[in-house]
């Protein structure tokens, strides 16, 4: 089975920072496209970056500049460098894969649809 765990959240003020980890078992290989994603109160579910298996990233606009993704293949660890963080962040944060050579698209999306996903950690950014 596969699993994803998230870890890293928190609670920070305007201005600071966090980095969020996922933890990966039982996906086959290198040949995966990761991705945040992250949903607020009241709100639908948005995709915030991505990286496919050659480490090509994709970001929605709100956070370009501010967050960045990353992986570590050896340590199967997908990482959310966040900084300038703004309360409008706030927000559950998940971990997804697809397998697959699919690429990244604009907008912090995987080409193929997510289906792996964790649990989720949560952002709190107070103004």
């Known amino acids: 089975d596969v699993q994803l765990v998230e870890s890293g959240g928190g609670s920070v003020q305007a201005g600071g920072s966090l980095k969020l980890s996922c933890s990966t078992s039982?996906?086959?290989?290198?040949?995966?496209?990761m991705a945040w994603f992250r949903q607020a109160p009241g709100k639908e579910r948005e995709g915030v970056a991505a990286?496919?298996?050659?480490?090509?990233?994709s970001y929605t606009d709100s956070v370009k500049g501010r967050f960045t993704i990353s992986r570590d293949n050896d340590k199967k660890t997908l990482y959310l460098q966040m900084n300038s963080l703004k309360p409008e962040d706030t927000a559950m944060y998940f971990c997804?894969?697809?397998?697959?050579?699919?690429?990244?698209?604009?907008?912090?999306?995987?080409?193929?649809?997510?289906?792996?996903w964790g649990k989720g950690t949560l952002v709190t950014v107070s103004s």
């Open positions: 997804a894969a697809v397998e697959g050579l699919g690429t990244v698209m604009p907008g912090g999306v995987c080409y193929y649809t997510m289906n792996h």
């Open positions: 039982g996906l086959i290989g290198g040949y995966y496209c």
């Open positions: 990286i496919d298996a050659d480490d090509r990233p």
